[in-house]
């Protein structure tokens, strides 16, 4: 069993940046896949990025791709979501998810356990 907490979100200005962070507990963290995710008001949850066990594969989705880098630290058992040049419609609930394999996904099926979320708020 992994227990997963997001921390980092907060409100910012178009433009600005945010670093959330995926910190687990439980298991050795080291072995899973871990994606971000978010839940925009009023719409279904969306895939963001995904970063394989050892970090060496990542994938992001178009929306975000130049802006968002997602990375890991395997000794501290977190993964970090930095978000740069943040816009209106980056606002989201963010979740990360995490899966015990060495594959990784854009599916939010693939991933077994999942934190409660932290908000994210980019005024214009």
């Known amino acids: 069993q992994v227990q997963l907490g997001e921390s980092g979100g907060g409100l910012v200005q178009a433009g600005g940046s945010l670093r959330l962070s995926c910190s687990a507990s439980?298991?050795?963290?080291?072995?899973?896949?871990v994606g971000w995710f978010r839940q925009p008001p009023g719409k279904e949850r969306e895939f963001v990025a995904t970063?394989?066990?050892?970090?060496?594969?990542?994938y992001y989705t178009n929306s975000v791709k130049g802006r968002f880098t997602i990375s890991r630290d395997n000794a501290k058992n977190t993964v970090y979501l930095q978000m740069n040049s943040l816009k209106p419609e980056d606002t989201a609930v963010y979740y990360c998810?995490?899966?015990?394999?060495?594959?990784?996904?854009?599916?939010?099926?693939?991933?077994?356990?999942w934190g409660q979320g932290t908000q994210v708020t980019v005024s214009s």
């Open positions: 439980g298991r050795t963290f080291g072995t899973y896949a």
């Open positions: 998810a995490a899966a015990p394999t060495t594959g990784w996904s854009t599916q939010p099926g693939f991933y077994d356990y």
């Open positions: 970063i394989s066990w050892s970090g060496r594969n990542t």
